[in-house]
């Protein structure tokens, strides 16, 4: 790249690339001033100059720097300069664009989790795909791996399989959102970082006394964050490293005392929750109502002696009462005869099919005095549906009619497909069996 450049002595170098500023070279990894490669000039520096420059007569520079200029220097003593293009110089889709056959399109677009880039390469892009690996982590410092997704999705768990193109093998990896901390191995739990406005604005749509049933929970991404303002979570996910990576990331961010995390299928772990209370259970609700009620007096109490302790000049050495509704460790069984004021399924290829598992699964002496849940399902909506057509897909599963429902659209999977969100309030005429269901299955209880 050959670029105008002014003679200037070194003594001078720095008042005048101050008076130029706005009109010196401005490059990524390119130096503004250079040593004049000329015979009998190593007293002299050339101040390398951007395009705004026009001739050499310095036109298009304004007066007053012009001036600026001259206070230094006699003449301008102008010249040309090749500055030299390296590898180092081009960012990746510029050097891609150098190394690829003509014809062959430019995959610079990508996903970063933590230090991990996944890509989805085209077949016309298999033949270099290591090279564009190697291109893409040359860079961009922060990444160390850079992976390609093979095929299509149809593991159990709904994971991609990838293939490594270059940097480290490993996918465990770090995530931060909502302000929190996320640990997950990429290459075994799903995650998309494209979903974070949408993981806050339904946690942000819940009030702070509110329960969560997270019935696909993942790692954690509205759980975590929902406990974080005080919000107690039932969560539970069917893959095992889901399941662990929850209860890591709920430990880490300091919330583990407010969710509950399980290891199950999704069906089992709501029918679970909502199964009647048996004479012999403990009522978790009252439970909670009490240790909540005697952790308000004790705090309460712990800031008084704060404040009496700060006022008086006296060491306080007391601990901070803690407010505890979920064992550190484990969690045991889902507890029969629970309540929550959500539910949800973030599993958009099949999670509304779940809601088979509601219908007449509420107990009434459990919801006597309580509103019964809104229930939250993602799923995928094609182009030629409407959001009438989702609400009736769901209404299929669940037996019976949705009304008042909610479509949200959430985000472009492809040019004809949308993720969206169908959120509701399920009635009492489809939550509570009928009379006759109730007498079958007091008859199997006590059988």
């Excluded at 030299?84 to 014809?103: D, H, I, M, R, V």
């Excluded at 302000?179 to 970082?193: H, R």
């Excluded at 057509?389 to 599963?397: A, L, N």
Aim: proline letters at 5%; hydrophobic letters at 40%.
């Amino acid at each position: 790249m050959t670029v105008r450049a002014l003679r200037v002595p070194v003594e001078k170098t720095d008042a005048v690339l101050r008076a130029l500023r706005g009109f010196a070279l401005d490059v990524p990894r390119v130096k503004a001033v250079v040593r004049d490669p000329s015979e009998g000039r190593e007293r002299e520096r050339l101040v390398l100059l951007n395009d705004r420059v026009v001739d050499d007569s310095l036109q298009g520079v304004p007066e007053d720097k012009l001036s600026a200029v001259k206070a230094h220097v006699e003449t301008f003593d102008m010249t040309t300069y090749e500055v030299p293009l390296t590898y180092e110089y081009f960012n990746a889709a510029q050097a891609l664009s150098k190394l690829l056959p003509p014809g062959v399109e430019i995959p610079s677009s990508f996903e970063t989790i933590g230090h991990v880039a996944h890509m989805n390469l085209r077949d016309e892009h298999a033949e270099y795909k290591y090279l564009i690996g190697k291109v893409v982590l040359d860079k961009n410092e922060r990444l160390k791996t850079v992976v390609n997704k093979v095929g299509s999705i149809e593991s159990e768990f709904r994971v991609p399989e990838w293939e490594l193109l270059a940097g480290d093998p490993s996918l465990v990896t770090e995530v931060k959102q909502h302000g929190m901390t996320f640990k997950l191995d990429f290459g075994t739990v799903y995650w998309n970082s494209r979903l974070e406005t949408e993981h806050k604005r339904l946690v942000d749509s819940f009030a702070d006394t509110d329960v969560i049933c997270d019935a696909t929970s993942g790692v954690g991404p509205f759980s975590v964050p929902a406990a974080q303002r005080g919000i107690r979570c039932f969560a539970s996910d069917l893959n095992p490293d889901c399941s662990k990576y929850l209860k890591i990331n709920a430990q880490e961010n300091r919330v583990k005392n407010l969710v509950k995390c399980y290891n199950m299928d999704a069906r089992v772990f709501i029918k679970a929750l909502l199964s009647p209370l048996a004479s012999d259970d403990v009522d978790h609700e009252k439970a909670w109502v009490a240790h909540k009620a005697a952790y308000d007096v004790a705090l309460s109490e712990f800031n008084a002696k704060k404040r009496e302790a700060k006022e008086k000049k006296i060491p306080f050495r007391e601990t901070k009462p803690k407010l505890v509704w979920a064992a550190a460790e484990d969690d045991g069984e889902p507890p029969a005869g629970s309540t929550f004021d959500h539910l949800i399924t973030n599993l958009p290829a099949s999670g509304i099919e779940f809601l088979d598992c509601l219908k007449g699964s509420f107990d009434r002496k459990v919801w006597a005095d309580r509103d019964l849940p809104m229930i939250h399902t993602y799923t995928f909506k094609a182009a030629t549906e409407t959001d009438d057509d989702v609400v009736r897909r769901g209404s299929g599963h669940l037996g019976a009619e949705i009304t008042n429902a909610i479509v949200s659209e959430v985000r472009d999977v492809s040019p004809n497909k949308l993720m969206v969100l169908l959120s509701f309030r399920i009635t009492p005429d489809v939550a509570f069996p009928s009379e006759n269901e109730e007498t079958d299955a007091k008859r199997q209880r006590a059988n």
